[in-house]
Every structure is written in C-alpha cells, then in structure tokens.
C-alpha cells in the first residue's frame, strides 16, 4: 500500500510539509467514530455527623474496552469537569471521581460535614466516546 | 432517550440521550448505590432499531423529550414515573 491520506493545515501552514500539530486534521490517527451521553443524578444521606454521605452511580456500558469519558457536575447551570473537591471552610467537603473499566464507569460522589448530617445531591451529564461505529 | 427510573418511587436519576437507540444502547444500563437491578426501570422516548425496523416508544412525549436536549433548565430529573399508570409526569404532578 501507497502512502495515503489527507490534511488539512492550519491557516498559514504549507499543507504538505507542516508538522501534524499544525494540522485541523489529518487522517493519520484514529478517529473517534461516536458517542453518547447522557445525565444522572447522585443522592446520598450521611448516617451521622462527622460520616461521609456517598453514593455512586455506574454505567454499564459493555463496550469491551476503556472509552474515552468525560463527566461533568452541574451547579446552578455551570459544569465542572470532576475528578472535582469542594471545599466549605474547615468543616465541609466534597469529592466527584470516577473509574472506568472495559465494562463499567463507576461515579462516586462523597461529602463529609463536621458540624452537620451531610448530604449529596448533584446532577451530572456525562459524555462517552466510541472507537467503533455501529453503536 | 432512555430514562432510567426507581421501580419503588418512580424518580428519574440517569438518562441516554438519542432519538434512534441501537440493541448496543439497550444493552446498557445505569444504577446506583441504593438500588438494586430489579429494582432499576427504564422508559423510552423515541424509536428503537431491530432488524431493520423502527419501533416507536412514547413518541406523545416527544415535544418533552426536545426540551429535555435543548440547553433549557428543563431537566428529566426534575420529572417521574407515575408507578400506577406508567405515565412521565412532572415531580409536583404527582400526589
């Protein structure tokens, strides 16, 4: 097989001699050939004062391989992108992670409040990216 | 779009966008930490693709489900499953 492809260069760069860094695209690399999202939502009551209130919610995506996620929390109409803490002086905290393996992305949202039953509730939209067509 | 739903009190807590869903999208699902898998329903607004046909879900709901993907504040979550007919109801709704 020949060498093959396309580019495409950004403004001012010669097309057939900029470095791929310079390029919009260029079909060398993989592609991501969809996605999906969607939104969740995660509660959680603490036991006690002083106790963390978790929860998580997982995806079973069964994809077979690791995807390419991204995973926001919404306050008030602006998105965070986690891993994310929060921090409410020296009595409060919380913390949004995820993990993500061949089959799951497990989301976990944790808070912790010192003088107080604390308590998790937050709205999340997640973004996942494929490698495969046919989804 | 696929809502996913508490089978014991009908609150909304996770949802697949699209309109179209593959067999790959129903395969699958989202939980959480309170609630087990039977415990998890799902209700579908849109069309589903198997072999080579749509299937219409809930298509009445339709209208909902473009606020719902429009940059709105009108959030699923925000919405339930009225347990006894089936229906999305918004939360104040329901008695």
Redesign the interface.
């Known amino acids: 097989m020949g060498d093959y492809g396309f580019r495409i260069s950004e403004d001012g760069y010669d097309v057939k001699t900029c470095s791929d860094l310079n390029c919009v695209v260029t079909s060398k690399y993989p592609l991501l050939k969809g996605g ?7 509660s ?1 009551t603490a036991p006690a004062v002083g106790e963390p209130a ?9 994809l077979g391989y690791i995807p390419i996620v991204r995973i926001f929390t919404i306050s008030e ?1 602006v998105y965070y992108e986690i891993p994310e803490t929060v921090w409410g002086g020296d009595f409060y905290f919380e913390i949004y992670y995820e993990h993500t393996t061949n089959n799951q992305i497990v989301i976990t949202a944790s808070s912790t409040n010192y003088i107080d039953i604390a308590f998790i509730n937050v ?1 999340l939209i997640y973004y996942i990216s494929f490698e495969q067509v ?2 | 779009m696929i809502l996913f739903y508490s089978k014991i009190t009908g609150d909304i807590f996770a949802t697949i966008g699209g309109r179209v869903h593959s067999d790959k999208q129903l395969e699958m699902s989202i939980k959480t930490s309170h609630l087990s898998d039977e415990q998890v329903g799902k209700y579908i607004i849109g069309w589903i693709e198997k072999d080579g046909q749509k299937i219409e879900y809930n298509t009445d709901k339709f209208s909902l489900l473009e606020e719902f993907e429009s940059t709105s504040l009108i959030n699923p979550m925000d919405y339930k499953i009225n347990l006894e007919t089936g229906n999305l109801e918004k939360k104040n709704a329901i008695a």
């Open positions: 999906i999202q969607g939104t969740g939502n995660i959680a978790t929860g998580t919610l997982t995806i079973d995506h069964n109409g709205d046919n989804i």
